[in-house]
């Protein structure tokens, strides 16, 4: 088992930038698949990106494509998302989580997630 932390979340306004981190601790990121995913209020997790645990490929949500980027630090640790260009819609609850997929990462794939942490984008 993998226990993750996110950190790095806050305010910021419409077209600013963020980078959030996931700590993991008890395993490796060579272990699992990487994925982040977030929640707005009223509304099912979604997909935002993941990374292979060969680090070799790396996927996007449409709505992210080209704003967000997806890395990993395998000498800390550690995954990070960073946001740029970010809208109010990015505002929402993101959480790290590893698991396996397979062709398209999809929520049920995880089976590790961190508590999360809160993103709010400003207008």
């Known amino acids: 088992q993998v226990q993750l932390v996110e950190s790095g979340g806050g305010l910021v306004q419409a077209g600013g930038s963020l980078r959030v981190s996931c700590a993991a601790s008890g395993r490796t990121f060579s272990d699992f698949d990487m994925g982040w995913f977030r929640q707005a209020p009223g509304k099912e997790r979604e997909f935002v990106a993941a990374?292979?645990?060969?680090?070799?490929?790396?996927y996007y949500a449409d709505s992210v494509k080209g704003r967000f980027t997806v890395s990993i630090d395998n000498a800390k640790n550690t995954m990070y998302l960073q946001m740029n260009s970010l809208k109010p819609e990015d505002t929402a609850v993101y959480y790290c989580a590893a698991g396996s997929f397979g062709i398209v990462p999809r929520v049920s794939d995880f089976s590790s997630w961190g508590q999360g942490t809160q993103v709010t984008v400003s207008s």
């Open positions: 990374v292979r645990r060969s680090g070799s490929r790396t």
